[in-house]
Each structure stands twice: as C-alpha cells, then as structure tokens.
C-alpha cells in the first residue's frame, strides 16, 4: 500500500508500507485521524483525505463500506464536469480502507520533530556547479 502524504507547503511524501505495517489502516474511513507512529513518523498527526483501490477507481466519502458502486454523479471525485446539468454513471470505492487498498492520500494535521523532507543545499553550492558547467561551453563555442 501506498501512502501519500500532503502538507502545508504544497509538497507530498510517498511512503511505501508492507503488508503488515499497513494493518493499523485497515478499517479507518476517509476523515478519520491516523497517529503517524502507525506509519513510522513519530510526532506526526494525518487526516485520511481520499484515496484508490487495487484497480484505481476513487474513494469516496459518501459511499459507506469496501465495495464498489456505479453511481450517478454530476460532479465530485472521478468526475470531471462537462457541461451543465449532464451526469454520468460512474463506478466508485467505498469509503472504508481494507487491505486491497492500493493508495491512501492524507495531510497533516499535526507537525512531529522530525522534519518530513530533508533541508535543501545551500545556495552556494548550487552555484559552484553552474560556474564549473559555462567555461566548459564556452570552449565547445
């Protein structure tokens, strides 16, 4: 299973949980808070927001359960609006994570620590790299 996570920056972590570390999801529905020490980020505090099944359809939060429905939908997940007023029958997951989930998207909802992504390299050493790339194309010049 895979965990996506999103925050406050606009940036997303991938996370790729095995088949027994996924088992504190399993059974959660979309809003449901999740502890991060149940993925291994210890601090952290995610709220579930949507997710995918095993053959990718959508998780939404109005269909209650694992299952699959067709429902009639105008607009909302797995439904890009056309035009006004046209629906379309569309095949969406339940709301409920099981273990044939394939991803779970969350945000953050509470900072650990421990920062989610690794600082970024000073500028100066982004440019050192820059000036040692010109005068080897200003020769080819």
Known sequence: MKVVIGTKQGKCLQKELKEGAEAPLVGLKLGDKVSGDAIGLAGYEFQITGGSDHCGFPMRSDIEGVQRRKVLAVEGIGQKKKARGI?????????????????????????????????????????????????????KA
Do not use: D
């Open 87 to 139: 629906r379309y029958r569309k095949t969406i997951a339940g709301n409920t994570i099981h273990s044939r989930t394939a991803q779970v998207n969350m945000k953050v909802v509470k900072e650990g620590k421990e920062p989610l992504f690794a600082p970024e390299e000073p500028a100066q050493a982004q440019e050192g790299t820059a000036e040692s790339e010109q005068p080897a194309q200003e020769q």
